[in-house]
């Protein structure tokens, strides 16, 4: 029996640009479903870049086995968020300077290694564009009938025409899509809280009306969500009456209405 398939909801993070916080996403989405109750597994399959470890004050933990496999490294007591991630098995100063089967051994490792037990979602943090390790991840998948995938965008056009790629990319692939988010739209100030658009608005909405796909909501540049990531500590828990918080409860509500939905 395969480590997934006694996950209800997999969810793939996608977006065909880097640098457009999908880890911070994930990682906000990962918390925030454990908040809400949930039992919460998050893999980080960006292999050349795996910051999740960082983004939850997880670095220096150690991988350990067990007869079903891989146990993941767990964040809390309760046990009700655990993660996975090649950070997990290098040193944070190595590179991970594999060719493709490497890399894509690994993922396959990851999705039938990994003993997860028992989960509502499985969060799934992948690496920029629609290259083969996203193929693997797909191939993967299928057989588990994946929720579907949050699509990251920031509002600037050149994020947004590359979004646009990764959205045929789902189509062509089987991939149901959940949703579009904007990152990074507008700054919050630290002193008044208030928002200005400083790179522009509007471009993940516009780009989800254009292809006929959900837009789940936008997430402001807010240095006290930088500072949580910076810290390892959830941005849900450590301030409660932010915008910013708001924003993203109503798009991990809008991304558990949809997977009850098509359940």
Not at 23 to 35: M, R, Y
Not at 79 to 85: D, E, G, K, Y
Not at 177 to 205: A, D, R
């Amino acid at each position: 029996m395969s480590s997934l398939s006694n996950i209800k909801h997999v969810i793939l993070v996608l977006s065909g640009k880097g640098g457009v916080g999908k880890s911070t996403v994930s990682t906000q989405l990962a918390l925030g479903l454990k908040d809400a109750g949930f039992k919460v597994g998050l893999l980080d399959v960006d292999l050349c870049g795996p910051s999740i470890p960082r983004m939850l004050n997880l670095e220096n933990h150690d991988i350990h086995q067990c007869p079903e496999g891989w146990v993941p490294v767990y964040v809390d007591q309760e046990q009700r968020l655990s993660v996975m991630s090649i950070g997990f098995m290098v040193s944070k100063d190595d590179a991970v300077v594999w060719r493709g089967p490497k890399k894509n051994g690994m993922i396959k490792q990851f999705f039938n290694d990994v003993f997860w037990g028992d989960l509502d979602y499985l969060i799934v943090d992948t690496p920029p564009g629609t290259s083969d390790e996203h193929i693997t991840v797909v191939e993967n998948m299928k057989q588990f009938l994946p929720k579907g995938a949050v699509l990251v965008t920031t509002p600037q056009a050149v994020s947004v025409g590359d979004v646009r790629r990764e959205i045929t990319f789902c189509k062509k692939t089987g991939i149901p899509i959940l949703g579009v988010i904007e990152n990074m739209s507008g700054f919050v100030c630290p002193h008044c809280t208030e928002c200005t658009n400083v790179f522009s608005k509007g471009g993940g909405e516009s780009l989800a009306k254009q292809t006929g796909v959900p837009f789940l909501g936008c997430i402001p540049l807010d240095p006290q969500l930088t500072r949580s990531l910076e810290e390892g500590k959830s941005f849900v828990d450590l301030f409660p009456n932010s915008s910013t918080r708001n924003s993203i409860i109503e798009i991990i509500n809008a991304i558990t209405e949809s997977c009850t939905q098509n359940s």
